[in-house]
């Protein structure tokens, strides 16, 4: 194999060796568990196995491995390789956390590769070398795959949907996260996988440059996901609390997601149909729109804040959020008045929004239904200015995206 980095090679090399000396002797006073597995063939006698499980014993003892001298020189070597930065940018919230980033993202995993190839503690080159050349590859790539899971409560997914921009949900794969991330155990939502609508994921995929020193906003993502999927469906949605980040399909990091995203509104589990997907679609291509209009924006992180909050509080956030939402320079009746207009689509409709509006209780359902509205009409100004058009007599309502969206499916 051709080496960029001699002096990475040699330092991965001798921490490996090293980490395998003291393996082997803890192995004399502790042995590596084995699992016993059948590989069956039809037509054919099955074949046992003993396979030793190597990982989960390296991990056990990663502190043991990090205090090696030759695990610090390593990290010297690392830190003077800029491509390897991005490695540990997940865990490096400060500098001093630079190095027990990379030692959990490329040491172990190494040392965890090699012996896996070894089936054990016995050393080979040959499978060092193999080892070193995946981890070099990745390093030295033009391109790198960046992906993120984040488990997702509160909705039942079929199969995987789309989302735009390298955002899918989908049905989770049972096991999939405790196993590439042993510690996940114990940062999973209650009775995750166990339940229909405690069984999915938020995916990201992302291509990174290999020059880039820092990893994709996932919780930002994430959020956007989240908050999108609440205002397309009524239910108790939220992610994470945690996310889980691969580099090239090695585990990098693990960090939380946003707290308004985290937290579980109260509800029944809805279902996410093709419908509320192409909704979903809508909202995430629109939230620029979002950023660049601070009333709007105001509008939706108190509406959604309101959805994890008790009374009295929760009808203070609606009607906040509805005041900034619709009601510029008049307030919050004025905004009352234009939302009924928008919402109703009979007369008798928008006389009964309006008499709820007017009583200071907001509900939340229609205050979602109203942001909706605003934000697919894309120009939230020019639209309170055609509600104001359309109460005066001198156009019709505008049009609703709901209306609309059930007319182009009939």
Partial sequence: MVVRSPHLYRALRLFCLAAFARLTAEAERSPVPFAFEEHAAPGRPSLYEYRPLVRGYVEARARSLATLEDAVIALDELIREPAAGVFAQAHAGAQAQLRPGLFTTVLLPLVTAVADACGGFDWDDGAFRRAYAGFEETLYAERRTYSALA???GLMVRS????GGG??????????LATLWPEARGLLPRDFEREPHRASVVELQRDVEAAASSLPDAPGEVGDAVTALRLAL???IAAGPVIFERLDWRPVGIRPVLPVSGGEPPGEPTRLDEFRARLVRDLLERTPTIDDDPELGEALDRWELSLLQSEPFRSEQLRESLAALLGGQDGLFAASVRAAVLLGETGQERAELLAALRGGDPDPDTMRRA??????HGDRERLI?????????????????FAARAVAAG
Avoid: C, N, Q
């Avoid at 955002?167 to 999939?176: H, I, Q």
């Fill in 151 to 153: 488990p997702l409560v």
């Fill in 167 to 176: 955002a899918a949900v989908r049905p989770v794969v049972r096991g999939e």
């Fill in 160 to 163: 995987r949907t789309e989302l």
């Fill in 371 to 376: 942001i909706v509205e605003a934000v697919m």
């Fill in 385 to 401: 200015a055609r509600l104001d058009e359309s109460i005066l007599g001198l156009r019709p309502r505008p049009p609703s995206y």
């Fill in 234 to 236: 009524p239910g108790p």
